[in-house]
């Protein structure tokens, strides 16, 4: 192999590997980079409260209408105010639940249902902002 060929291989190599790479984020663009049923389907119903995990956890769609007695954490100071939108544990936002109003997201513990960003449980961890 002479030195030209070499160097018309080595075009040819990097112009197709060039190529190559350009198309990985448009098949990120269409969707195509993994087949439809690798990734879970998301939730589009509010999660039910009286759900096991639910109540374990004493999650409402309300912080008001946590049971303090049963969740003391929910009066604890240094949460006050803190609701699913603040929580850590909070994912999007800007979500609607088939039949209800207002702001809803995803929540790592809860994978079954959406839950209200006014919403708490006793596993509330805020953000560090």
Known sequence: MNEKQF??????FLKKSLLTLSAVPLLKL??????????????TKALDESDPMAKTMGYHHDVTKVDATQFPRVKDP???????????????GGLKA???TGDWGRCTL?????V???GWCNSYAKKVA
């Open 30 to 43: 269409v969707g195509l980079n993994t087949p439809a049923f690798a990734q879970p389907a998301a939730p």
């Open 110 to 114: 809860f994978q079954n249902g959406l």
């Open 98 to 100: 088939e039949g209800q």
């Open 78 to 92: 240094s949460i006050a105010g803190g609701n699913c939108s603040s929580c850590m544990l909070f994912q999007g």
């Open 7 to 12: 160097a018309s291989g080595r075009r040819a």
């Open 116 to 118: 209200n960003s006014k």
